[in-house]
Structure formats: C-alpha cells, structure tokens
C-alpha cells in the first residue's frame, strides 16, 4: 500500500511582494514547506547559491514579477507550468518551480544537478522532486478545473481548497 | 474561500540576516539590466535569435543574458548598446585638470512598446539608476 503525503499550499512572507506572491507546498507530517526542505539539504555546501536564490526571489516578488526569462521553462509534462529558476553560471543547483504568469510562482524542491547528467531521468533525486511538482500541478489544474481553486481577481493568489493528496 | 496561510521560515530568515546590502543590490541590478534588455528586444520586435545573429553569438547565449545570471563584461554590453541603439552605461569625458569618470549603468527605458505587465514595473525601472564614481583619475591629478 502506498503511503498518502499531505500538501498545503502556503504563501512565502519573505519573498512575496507587489509584483508577486511567491508560495510553497507545506507538508503537514514535517511541518516544513518543500522550499525549506531544499533549503537544508543545500545549506552547508551551496549557501551562497542559496542566498542568490533568495534575493532573486525577493526581487521578483518585489521588483520585477515572475518574467519567463529568469526561469528555465518545460521541466515537467507539457502544459503544466513546471519550469525551474536559472541556474547561476558554472552552478548546478537546480530548484523547481510552478509559473502563474507574471504574478505567482509556487518553489519547490531541487537539488545538485551535476556536468555529468544530461536529463534529470538520470538523477533519481531531482526526477523524485520533478514527479512531486509534476503531480502538484496537475492537482491545481484539476482544482481550478472543478472550481475549486480560484486565482484572487489580482492573479497574485489562489483561494479555496489548498489541501493536496500525493501518493 | 480560504487564502493561502502566510508562511515564515526561521531558517530562511536566518540566511537572509546573511546577506550584505552589496550581494542584493548586485544582484538586483544584474536582473533589472537582464529586464531591461529583454524589453527593448520586445519592443522593437526582435527575437533572440536574430539578435542572437546580429552579435555573432548562439541564441542560448542570449537566454543565458535574460537568465538575470549573467556577469556582463564591458564589451558586451557596448554590443547590446550598438545593436538595440540604447544607452546602457554613459560616460562622462575626463575633465582636464580634473578628471572624474562617472559610469552610470542605466536601466532606463529609452522607449515603451507594448504593455505587457503592470505599468507600474516600467515606472520602477525608468527610476532605478546605478551610480558608480570611478575617482582614479581624479586622485592622480590631484597630486
């Protein structure tokens, strides 16, 4: 029997802004959002690839909006939105994303994506991570689809049912 | 309708206590400039590609620019400058006697096609501006 992973989706204070609001999935059984999750596993030999994530976050939460040119776009199934944030030059640390347009970007996990792999198939932990936001999206899209979810009339929130299921 | 809960890392918040007002405003500027180029290509209807061919580079160089990633040399951006016919740094001539070179990398908007985001995004660009005072001339004159 496959064991059932309880997702929320919760709104990134410190990265959110005017141009957009930044979200992650908060899994309930650790109480961390995915984001948090990459944050750790990364912290002690990528931090300062981190802390360019994070002011590039900042930056279009706050300055520019989520422009499709800073994300690397069809890292999941076609239409799905799975795109992931650039890489900086000669770094590999790669982080998934879903893409809203300008206005809403949900982050979730990633990991070292090193010279030698040329398809994330050949990593199994960024292929794990890539399925958890293939499977995420595909739920908002079926929530949205059902009217379940609805983007807030500024199209930097969603609203309803946040709750999600993933085996 | 429930909204999102609003979120707040103590971990991130402990790296973001990391970082310097310089590392930001670096890598600010690196993404406004990357904006920036990116709406003069749209503007005057250009694809990368093409752009890509006018400066003698692969179209997935140009993405690497637009990434918000990219370290610019001085060169290149003169290129960008010369093919898109904007203004990018602006140098002021040495004075004689007392010379003062002031580098201005601007993201200043020269023109507004389209609309494509919140109006409000193009007011914030054409008021950033970047001033850096290069004084060597100006100290080896002194003496």
């Known amino acids: 029997m496959k064991n059932n992973t309880q997702y929320q989706l919760v709104k990134l204070d410190q990265f959110s802004g005017k141009m957009a609001g930044i979200y992650s999935f908060l899994k309930k059984s650790e109480q961390k959002t995915l ?10 030999l990528f931090l300062s690839e981190l802390k360019d994530i994070f002011v590039r ?18 890292e999941g199934k076609p239409g799905d939105g799975v795109c992931a944030l650039y890489d900086l ?8 994303c879903i893409r809203y347009g300008a206005t809403l970007v949900i982050v979730g996990g990633g990991g070292y994506k090193s010279k030698e792999i040329r398809t994330l198939q050949e990593n199994e932990k960024l292929k794990r991570e890539n399925t958890i936001m293939v499977k995420l999206s595909n739920d908002i899209s079926q929530k949205i689809k ?20 993933i085996t | 309708m429930k909204t999102a809960e609003e979120y707040k890392s103590p971990l991130i918040e402990k790296i973001l206590g990391q970082i310097t007002a310089e590392e930001r ?16 290509l749209k503007s005057k209807n250009m694809k990368k590609v093409d752009f890509a061919r006018a400066l003698n580079k692969r179209p997935s ?38 010379a003062n070179v002031q580098i201005i ?21 054409s008021n950033i501006q970047s001033f850096e005072t290069m004084n060597s001339f100006s100290n080896q004159y002194k003496n």
């Open chain 2, 25 to 40: 405003e670096r890598i600010r500027k690196r993404m406004l400039l990357a904006a920036r180029i990116d709406e003069e």
């Open chain 1, 57 to 74: 976050l900042q930056i279009i939460g706050n300055d520019t909006g989520a422009r499709e040119q800073y994300f690397k776009l069809f």
């Open chain 2, 61 to 98: 160089e140009i993405t690497k620019w637009l990434s918000g990633t990219h370290n610019f040399t001085a060169d290149t951006l003169f290129d960008i400058e010369r093919i898109l016919e904007i203004k990018l740094i602006n140098i002021t001539e040495p004075q004689v006697g007392h």
């Open chain 1, 89 to 96: 030059p000669g770094k590999k640390l790669r982080l998934y």
């Open chain 1, 35 to 44: 984001f948090d999750i990459f944050v750790e596993e990364n912290k002690n």
């Open chain 2, 105 to 125: 990398i601007s993201t200043e908007k020269t023109s507004i096609g389209n609309l494509p985001y919140d109006a409000s995004f193009y007011n914030q660009l």
């Open chain 1, 146 to 165: 059902e009217r379940e979810i609805i983007f807030s009339d500024d199209g930097y929130g969603l609203t309803g049912n946040l709750t999600f299921n």
